[in-house]
């Protein structure tokens, strides 16, 4: 029998913050609305089709770039660019831009952890 997938866990050192960030880029509700407060040691979103991320207090820094990332695609009548500065605006940087030889951008969200942002076959 296979496994079902729970959520994926984020590390952070403040996970309120983190989650915060995500929550504004992704638009995910609060999942467990009486843990999520500042100071709190773990914070969950969950998308409208229920996935559910944990972001968890860790003491470590990150000091490498993540093994693994999620690949975001802009929503119906938002564009790669317009979400690379939306992105900007919320707290997150530009690590590598290869929006004119590979169509995306690798980003980082406050903390360091990457991401990347595509463009959809219909936008720029």
């Known amino acids: 029998m296979p ?3 729970s959520h994926t866990t984020w590390d952070a ?3 309120h913050t983190i989650a915060e960030f995500w929550r504004e880029l992704l638009g995910w509700e609060i999942a467990e609305p009486d843990c999520y407060h500042p100071g ?3 914070c969950y979103l969950a998308s409208p089709d229920g996935h559910t991320i944990l972001f968890l207090e860790v003491p470590d820094a990150k000091r490498v ?3 693994a ?3 975001l695609r802009p929503a119906a009548g938002s ?3 317009d979400e690379i500065d939306r992105a900007v605006s919320l707290g997150a940087t530009i690590v ?3 929006r004119d030889d590979l169509s995306w951008a690798v980003m980082a969200d406050p ?3 990457e991401f990347c942002i595509l463009k959809t076959s219909a936008s720029a």
Do not use: F, I
């Open 111 to 113: 903390e360091g952890n």
């Open 13 to 15: 050192h403040d996970p």
């Open 69 to 71: 990332h999620m690949d």
């Open 65 to 67: 770039k993540n093994r």
């Open 40 to 42: 709190s040691d773990e």
């Open 96 to 98: 590598a831009d290869h």
């Open 3 to 5: 496994l079902v997938l």
């Open 79 to 81: 564009t790669r660019d």
